[in-house]
């Protein structure tokens, strides 16, 4: 709602020109702001970012469309400013949310032209096109977590520019940064928020935060800039990119529409009060996003204002999709609609999302998304089921699959498939295809899974817990639909414990490459099931039609999960592949279909594309704790 007294009406407030904000010309710079409710704006010039010298003052001219504008001297590029605006019983000093660039801390806007700043190239990058979602392994990632260790052999620690260094390695030598994402094979970094957010410090390395405070949603976050104070942060973001998509690596921005950091003091609030956000029918702020208040996805500006940011960082920063938090909380009308223009850009673009929210959003449920009501439209969402099934709760001591609960087996089942459903063995699932399936076991919330581990199974060793997480890594990346991973579960991180490290510092949150020695089987385990999956197509059908058709579950023992992948699928090299999920602490023994040759590429110890041994049988003892792959090789042995 609106202020009771105010006689501007939501539904019939809009601008539909994209010059908000400062447009470059050649001899001018244009500076145009959208307030229905202001009576008079001025823009205030300063010489520098902490507004000790200020240059100017310049009155905007307003329009019928409820915009102010004002042409600048092109002298007053790489300036500072704040907008004022003159409010019926307020006066408001700051910077306006179409801001694409600004100073340390974000206390003044910096007037620079984003699309004349970018490494060399950069007209020449190159996104990284997938036919499907499928095809994608993500690895969610935080950009101080990469590298703001000192064991990670950075010079730019916590930095854009950590991104750029191809060669560091850790004190034992083993490759670190951007040549260890490479080397483990995955498609796509997740990077969590890099838009411009309010908690974190520029000038302090240690200063930390996840950065789901949003704060200006069209600028790159500064506290990860070399010089937060200029553009470095613009041509460091995009460097950053290109450098990633030189190595072969997408670029997903996770976005956070759902709520601002600030309410009362937010751009938003200031530019026109009560219009950007929604409210209870008492007349208080709705908390969907349970931190304060809820964004009104709903309202024409705002999404426009969505989408162009959207589109923005697709074209300016070459971004390769986007994961939107909590979801549910924003309206289904403005996420089909920016899927639609997005797509437009980047036919390739990966769109996926929470479907949920924190609390209940002032949106009925039709206006929402929530897991399965994605089917059909372009966006894929976190299957929190299989991530329950597989572990059990995030962060207490309930078991899951992995832990060798029985009676989890049909959700498993329900998993492997991408949860598309097969009806007749009473799999229901919430998916048309596959790929609107995000697969994972952990994410940057809740207890790592090594520590989820050591709180629910207290009574294992540490070679049982380390079987475990690869039993898991085994589900997530041989199940159909989209593999997540959280960076470090590759050499088993921990967060020592903390469910919710976003603002825990660096000491709990960094990356801690010394565990890549240390646990350097693990690692390569899960290179070798990446790579297995990369290069074998079965593991990545497309259509719900083609599971159906090639994967069949086979009876197994008692707790566990076997099934086989037959006809080729999808054009695998591989006639038929078996997979067997034994999560109990006993060898059990899994009766195969064919008396035939056949070759293991997956054990309790090793995984990848070439045999680790063969054997001639209808009939295989799968070890304790132990995912296993195998594929029928008689043409390829000769038998």
Not at 66 to 82: A, H, M, S, V
Not at 371 to 382: A, C, L, N, R
Request: hydrophobic share 35%; with cysteine; aromatic share 14%.
């Amino acid at each position: 709602m609106l202020n009771k007294r105010s006689h501007l009406k939501p539904g019939k407030l809009y601008y539909s020109g994209d010059d908000l904000g400062l447009s470059f010309y050649k001899n001018h710079i244009q500076y145009k702001i959208w307030s229905p409710p202001a009576q008079k704006a001025f823009i205030e010039i300063y010489a520098d970012d902490k507004g000790e010298k200020k240059l100017d003052e310049f009155s905007l001219i307003k329009s019928l469309s409820d915009t102010f504008k004002i042409d600048l001297p092109i002298k007053y590029y790489n300036r500072y400013y704040k907008l004022r605006l003159e409010m019926p019983r307020k006066t408001y000093n700051f910077v306006d949310p179409w801001v694409k660039a600004v100073g340390t801390n974000s206390n003044y806007g910096l007037i620079v032209d984003p699309t004349k700043v970018f490494p060399p190239s950069w007209t020449k990058d190159q996104r990284v096109g997938i036919e499907d979602p499928v095809d994608a392994v993500i690895y969610e990632l935080h950009v101080k977590d990469f590298s703001i260790s000192k064991e990670s052999g950075i010079r730019n620690r916590g930095k854009y520019n950590a991104f750029t260094e191809r060669h560091s390695v850790n004190r034992e030598g083993m490759l670190t940064g951007i040549s260890h994402l490479k080397e483990l094979g995955v498609t796509h970094v997740h990077l969590l928020p890099v838009y411009d957010f309010a908690t974190a410090d520029d000038t302090d390395l240690e200063s930390y935060n996840w950065g789901y405070d949003p704060l200006f949603y069209m600028v790159p976050e500064g506290s990860y800039a070399s010089n937060p104070a200029n553009k470095s942060r613009i041509y460091e973001f995009k460097k950053m990119v290109k450098t990633l998509h030189s190595f072969g690596i997408g670029v997903i921005m996770d976005v956070v529409y759902n709520h601002t950091y600030h309410t009362q003091n937010s751009p938003f609030q200031k530019i026109f009060p009560n219009y950007f956000y929604r409210f209870t029918e008492e007349g208080h702020f709705a908390n969907a996003s349970g931190v304060g208040n809820e964004i009104a996805t709903e309202r024409p500006m705002m999404r426009k204002f969505i989408i162009d940011s959207l589109l923005y960082w697709s074209e300016e920063y070459h971004i390769d999709g986007f994961r939107f938090d909590l979801m549910s909380a924003v309206d289904r009308e403005t996420l089909l609609l920016a899927g639609e223009k997005l797509r437009e850009k980047n036919p390739s673009v990966m769109l996926y999302g929470e479907p949920w929210t924190a609390l209940e959003p002032q949106l009925h449920d039709y206006q929402q998304i929530h897991k399965g009501d994605q089917k059909g439209t372009g966006y894929s969402v976190f299957n929190d089921n299989f991530r329950n099934v597989i572990k059990g709760d995030n962060d207490g001591v309930a078991k899951g699959f992995i832990q060798a609960k029985i009676g989890l087996e049909m959700q498993i089942d329900e998993g492997v498939i991408g949860s598309v459903g097969y009806a007749e063995r009473r799999l229901y699932g919430f998916a048309l295809h596959p790929c609107e399936s995000i697969n994972y076991v952990e994410s940057h919330d809740n207890l790592t899974l090594w520590d989820k581990l050591a709180r629910s199974s207290p009574g294992a060793n540490e070679e049982e817990r380390k079987k475990m997480q690869k039993l898991a890594m085994v589900i997530i990346l041989t199940s159909q639909g989209v593999p997540f991973l959280q960076a470090g579960t590759e050499f088993l991180r921990t967060k020592f414990g903390d469910k919710n490290s976003f603002d825990s510092g660096i000491e709990i949150n960094e990356l801690k490459w010394e565990r890549k020695t240390t646990y350097r089987d693990h690692f390569n385990f899960v290179k070798g099931l990446i790579n297995l999956r990369s290069h074998h197509p079965a593991f990545r059908m497309r259509k719900r039609g083609e599971i159906r058709e090639n994967i069949e579950f086979i009876e197994s023992p008692f707790g566990t999960v076997g099934y086989c992948i037959n006809n080729n699928a999808n054009g695998d090299a591989w006639e038929k592949i078996m997979v067997f999920l034994n999560p109990s602490r006993e060898w059990k023994q899994f009766f195969l279909p064919e008396n035939r040759t056949w070759a293991i590429v997956v054990d309790d110890k090793e995984a990848g594309t070439e045999p680790i041994r063969f054997f001639h049988s209808n009939e295989v003892m799968v070890p304790p704790i132990t995912g296993m792959v195998i594929y029928s090789a008689d043409l390829v042995t000769g038998y």
